[in-house]
Structure formats: structure tokens, C-alpha cells
């Protein structure tokens, strides 16, 4: 056996004996990504509970309940009559509704006047979701009512006598001349875990760096490395070994958890040759990341500091601990200056549009230029930790 | 006296220590940062849009939505790189516009804009409720804009231009939004949110990490050396208890003080917003305190302590607002400290609750505080004894 091997051979039992390796590898990224995916799975699936106080009774008020039960807003949105506007506060505040909208008497008639009374949305500090379908919902309905009159009052501040303008516009019937059409996207959607299982695997993957790195000198304060090097070792053996022994557990962790949320928790992880690929890349960019803080750091504490800065700095710019689709343009660039930042994209490609080697190509390529450029610096720099 | 002296022990050694002042210091404000910038996802809808050849209607709509409140609005080059975005949940709906749009909207015809959202997806099927409401309210104006030059016979581009300025001050039927049950009309986004919540994650967090130095005191032997003087084991247990409530107390004044500084963060009633920190720093000190009788590594808490911090900040609402999450989500997160802090900073800070209507969440808080201090008391006098 190449001495490397035995080397990493050892590393790996060691590591696997120690059981927080263990719930660092494989139970936190699971249990976390689980907990996201059940967190999310609520977001996912939005549906509001919408109360209507009615004292209209009127044309109007018929209208707008039946715009808010229309076949457009069956999947989003339930209507439950409310009597007064105390329950329908108090159902909302409860948050038993997710917001309430409250016709006025004698609605229908105003519309017609010149001061055409208020719709009342009511709606709760904990929910501003429902709070914005809510009053989007009936600023659509109201919409047509509002261009009318809007119409009318255009025509005569250009000139029309007032009178005539809403004549001419009740025998006109106009409506809204914008439409929209929905296009085909040609996707499927990203679900929650499809995201999260990657980006959590990806997460404690990273901290295989501050393990590798601190027990590297652990062992070298012990003597450890100093004695293999009393064998007929080469310094850069002792040093692959080492390093051989996080990227065969990254490999073992990112299985484990790619096997278990594909068929526990229905994540998606695409094309399962691309995803390998791209996995071995990402393993092999962690791997590399471990050889340098190896390389620049001279004592356990500082290597554990320096990890430390590279794992939360990573993770933090590269998404894994934000959803990074959700955070403004420039945080979406800057993530695409750390390799983890890249095989996400890669993952989240994969799951939506089912694709294969071709999508991932350029994220692999952006993480195998990463690992070349610190593999490069590693093996210049490491040697230097291993002479004593 | 005594207690201070170990007290004090303990705190030097966290503070000598640049790494976790890592910890304690950088990596929350970083969090807060990062956090706080992405967290107006809860309640913005982000939409893109495809402009058609950039003409006064299509500058006119844009403007519009990116002047609604609660709509984020980005605009792109090509429909590809608007669906990516769509597919990624870089947005959650876009528009596409007609290429020719200016000609269209002075036309008679209607115009038809494309929507690219998947309807399946109740979050870009709401975004694309609230696109609809603002294209219904140009709408609007088109129809009063070609009205008015139909029956008068001005040009469109004025008539557009008078219905802009009209559509301000015609009364229509407004939609008056109303708060059921509390003054503030929205909850804060960005930091203002975050800031809170990262304190509670924060100094439980860190608590939990702490714990890595009872171990290395019991390992080292420290406990028995210090138990050969005449000092009693409740003495040395209150001495570090009291060096995590302290460095508990000393990080959450930072964040505070980091968060209203550069942050503008308001944090709500003083005397209450004192009252909860103390007790969340008692939490904090028990948990860790516990940790480190039930840990045999200082590897075991370093590892297992801020994976299970991390977890119990989600389950209680510290990353995320609890609101969003289904009801038994709510109910088990309920089972963490975390969210009765969470809870309690809400009341502060967006009901100006009192340390009176706080009060269900403090008591709740200080039988957490109690029940893990009295066990970690507990295992760790028999540790010591």
C-alpha cells in the first residue's frame, strides 16, 4: 500500500471513532436540511384564509366576492363571510384569517359619486404576505371602477364638459387594455430541500477543513509527523495522506446525505452523474482549501483560526447559510467567487431543469479552476509545515 | 469574593483568546449583515422584467413597479435570462413586455404582456398577483389616456401625461389597509429584523461553545485543584456561572449597541429590553453550563454545540419569522427558548410592548433559565464531589 494511503487509512478510522465526525458529517447537515425543508415546506404552500365583513350587500360587493372565488384564486385563497368587523379583527389577529376585507354599507351606491367610500383591508403584523395578496387582490377588482372614473375625469380636465364625458364613456364599456398571458418557463420548480440538502452537506463539508487542519498539528505537537518522517516518506506523502483522508470523508458525507434526502425527503439532486461530478469537484476544492490552511498556519490555534475565517467566510458569501437567490444582485455575484457558491448553482440548475453534464459544466470548471489556483499555493506552502 | 475570583479566571481566558473573540465578535455583525440584507424575501415579492424597446410606456410601467411598495423590482436583458432567474428563485415572477409596447398602448387594441411565473407555485402565483394589480392600475391610465384623446381629440402622449397626474388626485375607491391588534403598520425588514433575532442565535450560540472550557477545566483537573482550598463546589459552580452570564451580557450589549449605532435598530422599551437580555443570558449560561457536563471532548462541543444551537435558532424562529411556518412547526418551536425570545422582542419592539406585556415570555424564559441551570448545577456537583 502506497504510504499515503495507509496514512489517510488511519486518519479515517481515527475520525470515525470520534463521533462528533459523525454528527458534523452526516447527522447535523441531515437534521438541519430537514428542518428547513419542514420550515419552508408552509412557505411553499401559501394559502390564505381571507375574512369579508359584506354590509354592502350591494352589485359591488357581489363582485368583488366573486373575483376573490374565481378559478384564478382557487389554490390561494379561501373566503370566509365574517359578521362584523370586531370578529374579522379578531379573527386576524388570532390568525385564524390571514387578512380581512371589510365592504362598508352603501358601497355600491358611492361608487357612482364623487367621494366613493374606502374598502378596509385588516391585516396582521406577522403575516405581510397575506396582507399584500389581499390588498393586491382588491386593488385588481377595483381597478376597472378607478380607470372609469379616472377616464372621465381625463377627458374633462382636456376640455370634454363632464357631463357628456360620462355619457359617452357608459355607452363606450370599456375595459382594462392590458392583459397579460402566461408564458411557459419550460422548468420544474426548486423545491426547499433541493436546495437546502446541498447547501447543508455543503455546509459541515466545509468544516472538514478546521478538523483536517487542527488534527494535522495536533499530531505534529505530539511528534507524530516528525516520526513518519523518520521513514523513508517524502513530506509531501505525509501531507497528501492527510489531506486524502478529508476528501474520502467529504465523499462519504455528500453520499450519505444526497442518498437520504432523495429518498426520505424527495430532494432532487438532478442528473446523478452530473451531480457526482460536480460533488467530486466541490470535495476536491475543500480538499485543496485544507492543504493551504495547513500550509499557512504555524500552530494548532492559528490553524483553527484561520479554518475558521475560511469555512464561515465561505459558507457565508458562498449561500450556504442564506438562500442565495433571495439576497440582492451583488451578494449573488459575490457567491460566485467561492467554489461552494458555484456547485450550488450547479445543484439548483440540475433540479430545475433536469439537465445533465452540459449544465454543469461551467460550475465545475469555475471549481476546478479554484482548487488548481489553491492546490498551486498549497504545495508551495505546506512543505514548509512539515520540515521541523 | 471568592465567586469573582473564578468568574474573572474563566473570563480572561475567553478573552486572551483571539478565536473566540471570532465568535463572539465578527461572525455575528457578518451574520446580521448578510442576514439582514436578504431577509426582505419574507414580505417583498422580486420581480423581473423584460423591457420591450425601452419607449415612454415601457419607462412609465417600470417606474410604476419599482415604485410599489412590496414589489422588488429587476430588470433583464432576455426572456432566457428572465426565466433562469425565475427557475432559480432569483424572482419570483417577471414580465415580459411587447417589443413594440409604445405602439400598442396608443393603439385600440389590447396589449398583451407576458407573465412568467409557474402557477402551480403559490409564492410566484402571489407575485404575480401583485404584478397584475399594478398593471391594472397603468391600465387605468391607458384607458383614461385614449378616452380622453378619442373624445377630444388631443394627442395621446398629453393625454398620457394629464391621467399620470390625474390618477393622484381623482378620488377613486381606495383600499385602506389596517392593523388588527397592533399600532405598527408593517414588520421592519433587513437588518431591523434581523438584529434581534441574531442576538438570541447569537448568545446561545456562544454559550453552548463555551462550555468547551468546563471541559477543559475538568480535564485539566482545575475543579479539584480549586476544591483542595477551602472553597465549596456551590462556590465554584456560581463562578462560572456567572463568567457566562457575563460574557453573554458583555456580547449582547455589543450587537445592541452595533445594531443601533450602524444599523439604526430600535430595540423598544428599556427597562424590558434589559429584563429579557438578562434573562436570555441566564438561559444561555444554564444550557452551556449543561453542555459541559454532558460533553466529554472539547472536539464533541465544538462540533455537536453549534449544530444544535443552530437547529434550535430554526426551530424558534431566529432565522426565519415564525409566521411562515405551518401551525405544527409553530407548536414544536414553541418547545425552544428560542421562540419565547423571539416572541418577546416582537411584542418590544413592533407592539411597543412593556415588561408587563411581555411578562407570559419572561416567565417562560426564567423557567427555562432555572430548570437548566438546576440541572446543570446538579450533574456538575456530582462531577465535582
Redesign the interface.
Known sequence: MHPALAIAAKDVRQRLR????I??GI??PL??AA??S??????????LTVGVVNSDHGSAAAGLLSALRSPG?K??VTVVPEQSEGS???A??A?HAGA?IIIPSGFTNS?SR????????????????A???T??????F??????????V???S????PTGS?AA??DK?H??????????A???K??KTISYYGPSMAIFFLL?TISFTARSFFVERDQGNIERMLAAPLRPRSVLFGKVLSAFVFGIVSLSIIAAVTTFAFGADWGNPLAAGLLSLAMVLAVTATTALVIGVAHTQ?QA??IS??AV?GLA?LGGN???V?????I??RLALLTPNGWAL?GY??LA??GGGLAIVGLPIAAILIYTLVVATAASVLAPRALTP | MRILAIMSVSIRRVLRDRLSLFFVVILPILVILIVGASVRGFSTFRVGVVGGNLGASDRQLTSMLASTPGIDMRQFATVGDLQSAVRRSSVEAGIVLPKDMDRAIRGHGTVTVGLVAEMSNPSQQAAATAVQSVLARYAGQVQAARFASQQVGVDFGSSMTLAGHLATSVPGVAIVSRQAGSQLATLPEGFSYSAPTMLVLFVFLNSLAGSAVIIANRRLGMYERMLAGPVRSGVVIAGEALSFVAIALAQAGLIIAIGSIAFGVSWGDPIAATVLVGTWALVGAGAGMLAGTLFSTPEQATAVGPAVGIALAMLGGCMWPLSIVGPTMRTVGHFTPQAWAVDAWTRLRYQRGTISSIAPQLLVLGGFAAGLLALATWRLRRRLT
Do not use: W, Y
Open positions: 470520534d463521533r462528533s465526525a454528527v458534523l447527522v447535523a437534521v438541519i428542518l428547513m419542514l420550515a419552508f415546506r408552509g412557505a411553499e404552500t401559501i394559502h384564486l389554490d390561494l374579522a379583527s379578531a386576524v389577529h390568525g380581512a361608487v364623487s367621494r366613493p367610500l374606502p374598502l378596509t383591508t385588516l391585516t396582521n403584523v406577522n403575516n405581510t404576505v396582507a399584500q395578496i390588498s393586491s387582490i382588491a386593488q385588481s377595483v381597478a376597472q371602477v378607478n380607470a372609469d372614473r379616472l377616464s375625469a381625463t377627458a380636465a382636456a376640455g370634454e364625458a359617452a364613456l363606450a370599456l375595459s382594462l387594455p392590458i392583459q397579460t398571458v402566461q408564458r418557463f419550460g422548468a420548480r426548486l468544516f490555534r483553527e483560526g475558521s475565517f464561515f457565508l447559510f442564506v438562500f437567490s433571495v439576497t440582492p444582485p451578494m449573488q448553482r439548483t440548475d430545475t431543469t
